[in-house]
């Protein structure tokens, strides 16, 4: 969740949409998404909407505590029942994000899963994720989650080594990752993602295998892996600027990637987003809660920063977390701007985002220059010659490797 919110129209103070938005709905997944904005720590890559209780503190007092948060998420989601009226749609998915959410009881996270519940109800096959800390839950915790009605789960592992682990600013220890997809297997979750990051300033291609290596091993059934982005504004990149720790490189983040592909590959995994790799012939591995962004469906984001979308508006909420309580505690939306997206506008994002799916994009998206550039792309090697044939742009291996530069000249 984005630190940055852009500018955009005012949201109404009832949060309706325009009637547009609502058209052919049922023909479009719904899920949601529950943001939870605490840390117990920041780490220095980070640009996320999140707050330490030392950056809470004397801002906002009780509006922005823990121990209220789950109660007036909870008034999000009726106000969200209120804004969709009688849509039919059962919630497909929900995705509890931070932030870190388990640094909630897991009562709490059940509390604002129940909202969702009683208010829209869940898909007989609703995949429920919870994102999680290693060194935030133990055994007894992860059951009470499983227990609360999440299903999937998803480890912020991110390195095996502990020089990497500390440029990160990561606070678990090597092998508590591996650990907790073991813990969470027992308790019932029937899937676990492991988030890995790669080209962190000292790292090797030694320590990135090992890395792979150590989450592989664990047995889960997806694993995440993301080029580490050094955004301005964070701690690392300060640390880069005063020379402490040597800047990223992309040649080595291509060299990286390479070697996630060969060895998640050979584990039986598949890709099936740029970053993103799941089990083999289980469709339901894969996150299909980040489907719904890939795809442009319906998702509504409770919680401070969060972000919406349904039927082509998209809106943000307020960002902190006593602002976000005070709107709902008097009866307003929290959101803090939107915008309505043209036809244009939802052609372009279609193919800045379908073209990192390993099914592709229809060619039929690309305006005359686009076509022209995807032929070019396919002559060098970075389309699929055979599903080009069938009239779909899908990556090669090395198209991967240059996924912006495809897709900005395919969005021409």
């Known amino acids: 969740m984005p630190s940055a919110l852009p500018d955009g129209e005012p949201v109404p103070e009832s949060g309706a949409l ?69 849509d039919p749609r059962p919630a497909a998915t929900v995705f509890v994000g931070g932030g870190t959410p388990t640094l909630l009881p897991p009562e709490d996270l059940g509390a604002m899963l129940a909202a969702v519940r009683e208010e829209f109800g869940l898909a007989a096959d609703a995949e429920v994720t919870c994102e999680a800390n290693p060194e935030s839950v133990d055994p007894a915790y992860l059951e009470r989650l499983r227990t609360a009605g999440f299903n999937r789960i998803s480890f912020g592992m991110q390195s095996a080594r502990p020089h990497v682990l500390s440029v990160l600013d990561r606070r678990h220890t090597p092998g508590r990752p591996e650990a907790c997809v073991a813990e969470a297997r027992a308790a019932g979750f029937a899937h676990v993602n492991l988030d890995l990051i790669y080209g962190t300033p000292g790292e090797s291609d030694a320590d990135w295998r090992a890395s792979l290596d150590a989450a592989l091993g664990a047995g889960p059934d997806h694993v995440s892996a993301y080029a580490l982005i050094v955004e301005e504004g964070t701690q690392l990149a300060r640390r880069i600027r005063r020379g402490e720790v ?31 790799w799941a089990t083999a012939g289980e469709t339901s591995a894969r996150c299909r809660h980040n489907e719904l962004y890939w795809t442009g469906a319906d998702w509504w984001g409770a919680g401070p920063g969060a972000h919406s979308h349904v039927g082509g ?51 039929t998206l690309l305006a005359p220059d686009g076509a022209r550039a995807a032929e070019r792309a396919l002559a060098d090697g970075l389309l699929e010659p055979g599903l080009y044939e069938r009239g779909r742009a899908v990556l090669t291996l090395r198209g991967r490797l240059l996924a912006d530069a495809v897709v900005r000249d395919l969005v021409d």
């Open 18 to 86: 325009p009637d547009d938005a609502l058209a052919g709905r049922d023909a479009r997944p719904l899920g949601f998404y529950l943001h939870v904005p605490y840390c117990a720590t920041r780490c220095g890559y980070c640009d996320f909407n999140t707050y330490t209780a030392a950056e809470l503190r004397g801002s906002g007092g009780v509006l922005a505590s823990r121990e209220n948060y789950a109660a007036t998420l909870a008034d999000e989601i009726r106000l969200a029942r209120k804004v969709l009226g009688d």
């Open 246 to 276: 040597p800047p990223t490189d992309d040649d080595q983040h291509a060299d990286r990637y390479l070697i996630a592909e060969e060895a998640l590959s050979a584990a039986g995994m598949r890709w099936y987003e740029v970053s993103n």
């Open 313 to 363: 508006v998209r809106w943000w909420n307020v960002k902190h977390p006593a602002a976000y309580a005070q709107a709902l505690g008097e009866g307003r939306s929290p959101g803090a701007g939107r915008e309505v997206l043209t036809a244009e506008d939802r052609r372009v994002e279609r193919i800045l985002l379908e073209l990192r799916l390993a099914a592709g994009c229809p060619l």
